[in-house]
């Protein structure tokens, strides 16, 4: 596509409801990342794949956050038994470089999650 | 641990003006840094993109600098316009993924 898309925009669930979210990356990019962003901060690194593996999860908070690329391209953040604190928008982003380096990064829109 | 802080955290400025943002990183061993813009309810947009061999960056009306053995980093905005008002965020990659500030508010006033 001609940009990372990223389903849904607004989720809003009840606190120990399970939730996934889908990021579909640009085209040919290899790398992919996922961040979360509260209010006022800084986006926060959570998991990053290179291909299908993922190459560094030591950003997940814990073990309800757990996140797929079985393809190489489409992935999916999962996030079990949801507490108010996981609301905020989680984004994801693109590369199309290997290596440590991560090149420039293309972010999508993101999806904002609210647990009620 | 990487941090990294960008100040200041929120600024004013009238249309026309010619602005500075700061951006400072604790660890020097750096790949890049990038800046980004953030407008409300959004994703984030790249803005420029500086190789840790790099000095500077420029598009347009803004220019990037990148010292790495201060750990250091500014954006400079020429001319600014209303439609600049967003969100810039300043981030570095290095043994980690992109590691992000907080931000810089800023709003350019008609």
């Known amino acids: 596509g001609a940009g990372v898309s990223q389903t849904p925009s607004n989720k809003v669930t009840e606190k120990g409801k399970y939730v996934e979210l889908r990021c579909d990356p640009i085209s040919g990019h290899t790398a992919l990342y996922w961040y979360r962003q509260s209010l006022g901060q800084g986006p926060e690194f959570l998991i990053y794949f290179q291909g299908t593996g993922a190459a560094d999860d030591s950003g997940l908070p814990n073990d309800r956050f757990f996140a797929v690329r079985p393809e190489g391209s489409v992935s999916t953040l999962k996030i079990q038994r949801t507490e108010r604190g996981d609301s905020a928008v989680y984004l994801c982003?693109?590369?199309?470089?290997?290596?440590?380096?991560?090149?420039?990064?293309?972010f999508g829109e993101g999806s904002r999650l609210t647990v009620l | 641990k990487q941090e990294v802080t960008q100040i200041p955290a929120a600024l004013s400025v009238p249309e026309g003006e010619n602005l500075v943002l700061n951006c400072s990183f604790t660890?020097?061993?750096?790949?890049?840094l990038q800046w980004f813009r953030q407008d409300p309810g959004k994703g984030l947009t790249s803005l420029l993109l500086?190789?840790?061999?790099?000095r500077e960056q420029t598009s347009g009306r803004l220019n990037a600098s990148l010292d790495k053995s201060s750990g250091r980093s500014t954006l400079y905005i020429a001319a600014s316009q209303p439609g600049d008002s967003a969100t810039y965020l300043c981030?570095?990659?290095?043994?980690?993924?992109?590691?992000f500030g907080k931000g810089t508010r800023l709003s350019v006033i008609a």
């Open positions: 982003a693109s590369s199309s470089w290997t290596g440590s380096n991560t090149g420039e990064l293309f």
């Open positions: 981030a570095v990659s290095g043994n980690t993924p992109l590691v």
């Open positions: 500086i190789q840790s061999s790099q």
């Open positions: 660890d020097s061993a750096i790949y890049n």
